[in-house]
């Protein structure tokens, strides 16, 4: 669990995965008792991981990222985040772990460190959903002209490619863990 200053999280996910992706020592010198923009952590802006960044997006030389985690109601991140399983050992993600969002990549870029988060919850309007490829690429693979695809993780760690043509409306119904929504990814 990320400490909160108020209603916001003090930093983002992404600190809490290094250990996993071979950057545990960075999350060692990172005050998580402070917020992500304290005078000590903005230091670490500039020291991103580069599974973090997007091969061609100058901004990751800046300690900027275009993965940002899909949260509200029904989604794996309402509140403080939803465990796998109900009290009663049924499954709290009925829709399946392979078709609820995690992560989405989106064209803007945020530092690292940042809660920054997509709110798919009544009323709230998506960002620009990023990538730059033309066919189904990987997290590193160079961006393409015009962008067709940009990469999503699921909640069973499956990362895709996903059209742009899924439109706002198939990003929310993958982000529903419980909504009961039939949900295909177009080709």
Do not use: C
């Amino acid at each position: 669990m990320i400490p909160r200053a108020g209603p916001s999280p003090l930093y983002s996910w992404r600190l809490l995965v290094l250990p996993y992706v071979d950057a545990g020592p960075l999350l060692e010198e990172f005050h998580r008792d402070e917020p992500w923009d304290s005078p000590h952590n903005r230091a670490f802006v500039a020291r991103m991981p580069r599974i973090f960044g997007r091969r061609g997006d100058p901004s990751s030389g800046e300690g900027k990222t275009a993965i940002e985690v899909v949260s509200g109601p029904g989604t794996a991140f309402e509140g403080e985040g939803q465990p796998l399983l109900n009290s009663d050992g049924t499954s709290n993600f009925p829709d399946g772990l392979d078709t609820t969002l995690l992560l989405v990549e989106t064209e803007r870029s945020v530092p690292w460190t940042s809660p920054s988060e997509i709110g798919i919850g009544p009323g709230q309007t998506l960002p620009p959903l990023g990538g730059g490829f033309t066919h189904a690429p990987s997290w590193f693979a160079e961006p393409s002209s015009p962008p067709t695809h940009f990469n999503v993780v699921f909640a069973d760690s499956g990362a895709r490619s996903v059209p742009r043509s899924i439109g706002p409306d198939g990003i929310r119904a993958f982000a529903s863990r419980n909504g009961g929504e039939p949900v295909t990814i177009p080709r």
